[in-house]
């Protein structure tokens, strides 16, 4: 595998697992969104332009949702 081919899969991966444990923490809502950004960064690398904007409007609303969830600690994460 080529390089960006791993950097793709550890981006997608580390998507998956922020995506799994985002109740437990609003970090790994931070995390979430850092990886879908490193996912669009992927995305652009490969020339695939329509998975590269997805990917960022996902990392902002996750930004968004960590943005608003970190001054509301009592809030039950599920309900974003």
Request: aromatic share 12%; with cysteine.
């Amino acid at each position: 595998m080529d390089p960006l081919t791993v950097f793709g899969a550890a981006s997608v991966t580390l998507m998956l697992v922020a995506y799994a444990l985002e109740h437990r923490s609003t970090r790994w809502i931070l995390v979430f969104a850092g990886a879908c950004a490193a996912s669009a960064v992927y995305a652009a690398l490969a020339g695939t332009w329509p998975f590269t904007v997805v990917e960022a409007i996902w990392s902002g609303i996750a930004l968004r949702r960590w943005w608003i969830r970190r001054n509301l600690p009592s809030a039950p994460l599920a309900q974003a």
